[in-house]
């Protein structure tokens, strides 16, 4: 099953780039993620195609896509749904929310409260919503897409630490090279619209058959016991770092060695080697740990100290 993961793996790229110039290192994280169950932040500034890379990757995987943009004005109940009283037959009926999907795009989710954005906890980490003491379940594929922007700091909120340890990856999305901007303005040159993903001739490639056959697979792939101490004396290495005052928790460690598992199955392999934990450090835990006090003020970068951090811990052979 791995090698027919590595192949899904490179249709899902050819797919995605009839529309997204580049970016190949963020649909693979979102590969990743899907496979191992977990939730994807993206940063970036505006116009680099986080929603339109959202709405590809669910086009090309048959999931149903949902898509909320949060605004300081948004209530929970905009987002799992309410109970709504019918005079007519003197009962309650529900009407779901548009977190009742299969890939939602929460767009700019830092934008709205802190209260709304906790309608989200349950359902990123248990896949179930609770409305008026009735729990509904969503669906086993159910995932996060999360964007938000660096740039336009007034009206946003911080994203509560609760919020962001629901999220397996932060990934910061840069401009493109001039070659691939180059590519961009040549093919969506012509309109200001954005493009369809179905319109540009993205087709399904999988189903939720194959997905669960790939996350099954992702199981199955050996982690050894060097590679599960080289996580656990990174994670424990951002505790005793002075240059940060919140370190790793032992959730992230195990989290970071599920990720390693998904990377190596669609790699073709059927073990973790220490290059699929170096790879994940970043995103898994730049979001989850908090500078000191000196560290801020020297200017310092999460990704700086978590390199250095990761560089000085021996890998296993």
Known sequence: MTIELKEFANRVRGEIAKVVVGQNDTVDLLLTALLSGGHVLLEGPPGTAKTLLAQS?????????GRIQFTPDLMPGDIVGTNRF?????????????????????????????????????AMQERKVTL???????????????????????????????????????????????????????????????????EAGIVPIADGAAIAAGVAAVSSVRLAETVVDYIVRIARATRSSPDISIGASPRSAAMLAAATRARAALDSRDYVVPDDVKALVLPTLRHRIVLSPAAEIDNRKVDDILNTLTDSIEAPR
């Open 57 to 65: 990757f669910a086009a090309c995987l048959q999931l149903q896509f």
């Open 86 to 122: 019918n005079f007519q037959t003197s009962t309650f009926s529900m009407t779901r929310g548009p977190i009742f999907c299969e890939l939602l795009l929460a767009d700019e989710v830092n934008r709205t409260p802190p209260k709304t954005q906790a309608a989200l906890l349950e």
């Open 132 to 198: 008026d003491g009735e729990t509904h379940t969503l669906s086993q594929r159910f995932m996060v897409i999360a964007t938000e922007n660096p740039i336009e700091q007034q009206g946003t909120y911080p994203l509560p630490e609760a919020q962001l340890d629901r999220f397996l990856f932060k990934h910061t999305i840069g401009y493109p090279s001039e070659t691939e901007e180059r590519a961009i303005v040549s093919s969506q040159g012509s309109t200001v619209r954005m493009p369809v993903p179905t």
